[in-house]
């Protein structure tokens, strides 16, 4: 394997940019596979996304009862001072 993909866990290091949560809001509001599929795909600049977890990933979308599950930015604490 020729590559390495560095992944920034949401929201740890910064946070949305307002233009990428507009782009998502119809698919969390309203989710559909076809956005599911239409979103990844704008994510990665069409670079077409592995069709094997499109396959999950689309259907699970739309699934009655799903609950979207997103934590907050981690806290920071400040390095403590010796006296």
């Known amino acids: 394997m020729d ?6 866990p949401t929201q740890v ?10 782009r998502a809001l119809p ?13 990844p795909a704008w994510e990665t600049g069409d670079s077409r ?3 094997a977890g499109q396959r999950l990933y689309a259907p ?4 009655p009862g ?10 920071t604490t400040s390095p403590r ?3």
């Open 13 to 22: 290091f910064a946070g949305f940019r307002p233009g990428y949560l507009l």
């Open 60 to 63: 699970a979308t739309t699934v």
């Open 81 to 83: 001072r010796s006296s």
């Open 27 to 39: 698919s969390l509001l309203r989710p559909s596979e076809a956005r599911a599929r239409a979103f």
């Open 66 to 75: 799903r609950k979207l599950v997103a934590g907050g930015r981690p806290r």
């Open 49 to 51: 996304p592995d069709e």
């Open 3 to 8: 590559r390495l993909a560095l992944i920034d």
